[in-house]
């Protein structure tokens, strides 16, 4: 079976530092990944999304994932911090097969601090 | 489009009770599910639905019920309320994957529910 591991429930960091979500996978076939975002009282949003196209997935609002096979990882980035981004992010896994299921890993809640 | 709509945002019911949320998508989506977020666990998958009149457990299926009688809509039934069941509630839909690779799934706003 496929899973998530979402390292690090809670992440702060100041306005302008570097942003580092961790996400490491689990699945005995090629997985189809993805990062979420959840605004307070929102619905999730989609931020990016690793097909096997290319390793280095770029988002919306400046975010960006890398796929690491050798890892078994696929670590959110943002190079510069906004207030805006102030949001809690899920990584996903597609179960695969005829399907659209996906398995979310448990979230981890960014905060950033002016 | 307005996407996904859910109703209601929030509810109230008290243990035994019944009652539907409701999901439905004005996007042509073959594809819907039901998620519930609890703290500290991400979300769940409770059913999905690949198109009208087919549906399938997901993850935690048990207190909850669906049907598809049409494309647009998905409703979650809870037959008798119990307090576990008090959660935040997702609908998702997507294009189907066979048709459309590996299409985004859209979410609604969400129901809280609170079972006392």
């Known amino acids: 079976a496929q899973s998530v591991t979402q390292l690090g429930s809670h992440v702060s960091v100041s306005e302008g530092a570097l942003v580092l979500l961790r996400c490491n996978y689990s699945?005995?076939?090629?997985?189809?990944l993805f990062w979420y975002v959840q605004y307070p009282n929102q619905g999730l949003q989609l931020l990016l999304k690793y097909t096997s196209a290319a390793t280095l997935v770029k988002g919306i609002n400046g975010f960006e994932a890398e796929f690491k096979k050798s890892e078994t990882s696929f670590h959110l980035t943002k190079p510069s911090a906004h207030m805006s981004d102030a949001a809690e992010y899920f990584c996903?896994?597609?179960?695969?097969?005829?399907?659209?299921?996906?398995?979310f890993g448990t979230g981890t809640l960014l905060a950033v601090q002016s | 489009n307005a996407g996904v709509t859910q109703t209601p945002k929030f509810q109230v019911l008290k243990t035994g009770q019944s009652m539907t949320l409701q999901c439905a998508q004005d996007?042509?989506?073959?594809?819907m599910s039901w998620y519930r977020q609890d703290p500290g666990m991400g979300l769940r998958l409770i059913h999905y639905s690949v198109g009208a009149g087919i549906t399938d457990q997901g993850e935690v299926p048990n207190g909850y019920n669906v049907s598809r009688s049409t494309t647009e809509d998905f409703p979650l039934r809870l037959l008798s309320a119990a307090p576990s069941q008090t959660s935040v509630y997702f609908c998702a839909s997507s294009r189907d994957r066979i048709l459309a690779g590996l299409p985004e799934q859209y979410f609604g706003p969400g129901t809280r529910l609170t079972v006392t």
């Open positions: 996007m042509n989506h073959e594809y």
């Open positions: 996903a896994v597609s179960e695969g097969g005829a399907t659209n299921k996906l398995i």
């Open positions: 699945s005995s076939v090629p997985p189809y």
